[in-house]
């Protein structure tokens, strides 16, 4: 997880100390080094120990979680300039288009003292901007942007590209998450292009990585990704997390051997996640229940990821929008309501209702969540269909049925699976610990 970040000065020039206070506020997405560009002058870093203020009317940068052999950004083309927080499988060469930009990403780039801002079309990676009587400012963490005094903070929508020019903004559609179809029947060629979808987006996901983790709940998201992963030559390592008696925990080790693999098992006592419950809460301006019991299982394995050595995390996030798989649906689509708009609408809306607060909690161990199941061709396949034909069988029944041809035992593909925070027994033990007054 890196970040990217701006600021232009709507009054003379930014002062030395917000030079310096812009990249520290972003070094916890990206610990290894710094970027930026300064009224035209680069300058690149691998330690913080090097940064200096300088005075400038402008700066834009980037701050550096090493993957593989990444240098800082930003990327320079004569005089235009480059930097993105997460991936592209789009080839720096064949950027011409903007709008043609694929891969899990925000990013800016400036040419001709024209500054573009950009979200991929699902909105993986968070990107914020503000104005106010002093900035102009965009930033990956909203935190930064609170830092120098931005009230007034929006979030740039997913596919949407922001256009900044002499302080004036216009933003534009530019890569529209594609409209659902829903209209073809379950086939045998249907079935082909989804498995081919999926093993094309785990492909890219890993593309250049030579360690990674999948966050691994024993349902047939996680497992299924972890199948296709271990193709793959790299070291694959699985994390699941849950208290000791969770069925979670239970089924991790023994599907994980079913497939070949090692799973880490992070058992938690009740005193451990009090302990993280009150540590999450500090942290997450969301301070509800279901957020913070959603965010302790991504806490816990990014942790330990982390103290292995693993910066990327495969998620299974976005298969049960795909799928149909919540209970919800099913209720939808009992009392005849128009499912096919609630799928889509909650699709679009998953980057502010899940996918920001899930990279935020990853980035507090310096870790990447990357989405196979959100992957724009995965999407454009899985929304062709009639969701109704999910519910054939089961939730999600068009998602067993394809794992259990690309290699899945039947055991592992069908396990009914609860939401994590009900299956790790992290949600159980939070409501007993409130009953008994030991969190407040």
């Known amino acids: 997880m890196s970040s990217i970040f701006g600021v232009f000065s709507k009054r003379g020039k930014l002062s030395p100390e917000t030079f310096t206070e812009v990249i520290l506020s972003h070094k916890i997405k990206g610990p290894d080094g710094w970027g930026v560009v300064a009224d035209g002058r680069v300058e690149k870093h691998l330690e913080y120990e090097e940064l200096e203020g300088l005075e400038c009317e402008y700066l834009l940068g980037h701050t550096l979680l090493k993957i593989d052999e990444e240098e800082p950004q930003p990327i320079a083309f004569d005089e235009t ?129 030579r360690k990674a983790g999948v966050l691994f709940s024993s349902g047939v998201d996680s497992t299924l990704i972890a199948h296709i992963a271990r193709k793959f030559d790299l070291n694959l390592s699985l994390y699941c997390v849950g208290t000791e008696s969770s069925e979670d925990i239970r089924y991790s080790k023994r599907f994980a051997r079913e497939l070949g693999l090692d799973v880490k098992q992070i058992i938690l006592t009740e005193e451990e996640i009090i302990q993280y419950y009150e540590k999450l809460r500090g942290f997450l301006q969301d301070k509800g229940l279901m957020r913070i019991e959603l965010a302790i299982p991504i806490f816990t394995c990014s942790e330990h990821a982390k103290e292995d050595g693993v910066r990327v995390l495969l998620s299974g996030q976005g298969a049960e929008e795909l799928f149909v798989g919540y209970e919800r649906y099913a209720q939808c689509w009992r009392k005849g309501g128009d499912l096919r708009r609630m799928l889509f609408e909650e699709l679009q809306a998953l980057h502010s209702k899940d996918l920001e607060w899930n990279e935020y909690v990853a980035s507090l161990n310096h870790c990447q969540l990357r989405y196979p199941f959100l992957d724009k061709e995965v999407i454009q396949v899985a929304t062709s269909i009639k969701p109704e034909l999910n519910f054939e069988g089961g939730k999600k029944a068009v998602l067993r049925e394809v794992a259990k041809e690309m290699g899945l035992p039947h055991e592992i593909a069908e396990r009914p699976k609860r939401a994590v925070q009900y299956g790790s027994g992290i949600h159980k033990t939070i409501l007993k610990a409130l009953r008994n007054g030991k969190i407040k």
Not at 93 to 103: F, N, R, Y
Not at 188 to 206: G, I, M, N, T
């Open 81 to 209: 300039f480059l930097s993105f927080d997460g991936w592209l499988s789009t080839p720096f060469e064949k950027m011409d288009d903007i709008a043609g930009i694929e891969g899990e990403f925000s990013l800016w780039y400036f040419e001709n003292n024209v500054l573009k801002l950009l979200r991929d079309s699902v909105g993986t990676k968070p990107l914020f901007y503000g104005v106010n009587k002093n900035f102009f400012a965009f930033s990956s963490l909203k935190e930064a942007l609170h830092k120098i005094g931005m009230k007034n903070i929006a979030s740039l929508k997913p596919g949407n590209l922001l256009n900044y020019k002499k302080g004036e903004i216009r933003i534009e559609s530019c890569n529209p998450l594609p409209t659902p179809s829903f209209s073809l029947q379950v086939t045998p060629s249907f079935k082909q292009k989804l498995k081919e979808a999926l093993l094309h987006s785990v492909e890219k996901r890993l593309m250049g990585v």
